[in-house]
């Protein structure tokens, strides 16, 4: 087990920095203090030590996810933090991409499964918007690249916004002379910039900023009282018996797939990353989710099965681990992973005003 921690911490460093974008890896090193070389206090030292240890392989949090592909401006960010609200963009206009990811719960709907068109469910639970362009692909399964090519995909799905086709989206938009608008102003140099594919980029770049920096960082960036002796302890535990040899990165997950029921077996129905590949192979495997603002986000798992994170915390040790780990290190961990809730700008998140129907908008359609 030490041998393949040692691997993921390697290339972890490697894919962290890529992630970020910058190498904050140095910057975030704390000045070494002389004294605490020479005679280091017993509680300082281990706190520097755990510190380091969790950097190399936590990494840190950027302030946002670039995509070359998409360059950021406030123009689309402002446009993109419009449609996320804007329920016109749903069939029978009653639900945005806020109904799920509510941006002011941490980006979840803290239900099992989201009711979507008509009240319909899928069999997914809505994981949280915070933190996910981090990851190296998008959903449970991965299926979707990146947060643009993720953004495209709700509108038209029949159980969640159940557009029919990119067209009706587009001629909603077109009837809203105020995204007529907006639009021209997000893709000034493009010929015709009210496309399907526009919506979907406006949307990730709005959401390339939906980090939540918290006492993690505080810590890591070397301020050893961020996180208290008991959460301190969970951090420890957390590494020492290997959750981050998959929960890992800035973001303490998204960075690979792996079974749900990794050493013992799990039952779930969901085929997971099989129904994607069509891989026996990926029977059960999904991508394994950040771990930030996790204490905000239940319930829990690909199917939202579990509610008490305690609860998730033993299923991960039995099945991913293969440990029963003790009472006192579940209470730990959950006291660790509480610490990962972080601090969500207010300003930046608030509904906008969403510009007024057209003549021509076209009316709900509750069918
Ligand atoms: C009816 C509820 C519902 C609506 C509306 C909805 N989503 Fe989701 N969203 C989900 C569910 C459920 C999943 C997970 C599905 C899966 O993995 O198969 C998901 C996944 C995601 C993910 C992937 C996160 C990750 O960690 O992989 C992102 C990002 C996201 N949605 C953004 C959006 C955006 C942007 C919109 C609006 C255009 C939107 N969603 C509308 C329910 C919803
Ligand atoms: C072998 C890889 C692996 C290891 C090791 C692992 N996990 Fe996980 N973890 C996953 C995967 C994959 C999922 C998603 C499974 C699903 O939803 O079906 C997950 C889900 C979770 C969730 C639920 C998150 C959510 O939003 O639903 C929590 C909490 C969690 N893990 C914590 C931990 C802790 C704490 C440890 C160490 C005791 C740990 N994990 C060890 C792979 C792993």
Request: net charge negative; aromatic share 6%.
């Amino acid at each position: 087990m030490a041998g393949t921690t040692r691997i993921w911490v390697a290339s972890l460093l490697v894919g962290g920095v890529l992630i970020a974008g910058c190498s904050a890896e140095e910057s975030a090193e704390p000045a070494p203090s002389p004294e605490a070389e020479s005679s280091p206090p017993a509680a300082d030292s281990a706190a520097t030590e755990l510190m380091q240890r969790a950097r190399t392989t936590l990494g840190v949090l950027p302030r946002y996810v670039k995509n070359e592909a998409n360059a950021r401006t406030d123009a689309k960010i402002d446009l993109g933090r419009m449609l996320y609200y804007d329920a016109r963009l749903s069939k029978n206009h009653d639900v945005s991409c806020n109904s799920c990811h509510m941006l002011d719960a941490f980006g979840v709907d803290g239900e099992p499964t989201s009711p979507g068109h008509r009240g319909q469910r899928g069999d997914r639970n809505s994981p949280t918007v915070y933190n996910a362009a981090l990851h190296v692909a998008q959903f449970w399964d991965g299926r979707a690249a990146d947060v643009e090519e993720q953004a495209g995909g709700p509108v038209l799905n029949p159980v969640e916004m159940a557009m029919p086709n990119e067209d009706s989206v587009l001629a909603v938009l077109r009837s809203i002379p105020g995204y007529v608008e907006a639009f021209a102003a997000a893709y000034p140099r493009e010929d015709d910039p009210l496309t399907y594919a526009n919506m979907a980029k406006a949307i990730g770049s709005f959401e390339r900023a939906l980090l939540t920096p918290g006492r993690l960082d505080a810590f890591l960036e070397g301020d050893a009282g961020a996180l208290t002796e008991k959460q301190k302890r969970g951090l420890d535990t957390f590494l020492a018996v290997g959750c981050n040899s998959c929960h890992n990165g800035p973001a303490l997950g998204g960075t690979m797939y792996r079974k749900l029921g990794f050493i013992f077996p799990y039952e779930t129905e969901d085929p997971g990353r099989e129904k994607i590949t069509g891989n026996p192979a990926d029977r059960h495997v999904f991508k394994v989710p950040s771990l930030r603002n996790v204490a905000k986000t239940g319930p829990y798992l690909h199917d939202g099965s579990i509610e008490s994170l305690p609860e998730v915390v033993r299923i991960m040790g039995k099945h991913q681990i293969g440990l029963d780990l003790s009472d006192e290190q579940v209470s730990d961990i959950v006291a660790f992973l509480q610490a990962l809730t972080g601090r969500v700008d207010a300003s930046y998140i608030a509904k906008p005003e969403l510009p007024a129907n057209g003549p021509d908008t076209p009316a709900p359609d509750p069918s």
